[in-house]
């Protein structure tokens, strides 16, 4: 479990279905995602995979669900990632956050609280992340938790049929722990 000022990161469960499934199955909320709307089959076949992950040894996939603190109940607002490489050296970040709370300044503390887990507690050398070029909301966050663009890369991910243009282009941004090292956290 990760704390934040206003957020738990912690372990996927399996009574997280609803919340999952009400983020992930809204085409509004997964319209810069690579991903869904997701139909209730695929939200159980995630939230298994996620279980399934947190078994392993070494883990190389942590998933989270993002919780907020004060809402008395643990609402579950979203959820996020790190997924390490086979030689435990870089990690990418993914997440995804209900729209009721976008623009609420919880990603940038996500996003922060994912880096210094990968590079104080896991040790990678490298964390990077990638977006949809049009996903503002994502490489801003991505920029005010440190990192730097590294590429522009154009049509480079076919998109979904009958969502997505045929082919669409992404940011990608990473940070090396001795940039983190660095970074002015206050």
Known sequence: MIETKRLILRNIEKDDFSAIQSYTSDIENV???SFGPNDESKTRNF???CLEHSKKEPRIHYDFAIILKDSGMGKMIGS???YLDE???????GWILHKDYWKKGYMPEVGHALLELGFD????HRIYAYCNDDNYGSY????????????HFIKNQKGREKIDPPWISTFQYAILKEEWENLDKG
């Open 31 to 33: 319209k810069y995602m």
């Open 47 to 49: 939230i298994n995979e």
């Open 80 to 82: 996020c990632g790190i």
């Open 87 to 93: 030689g435990l050296y870089q990690g990418f970040l």
């Open 121 to 124: 507690k896991l040790n990678l």
């Open 140 to 151: 801003r966050v991505m920029e005010k938790i440190g990192m730097r663009r590294e590429g």
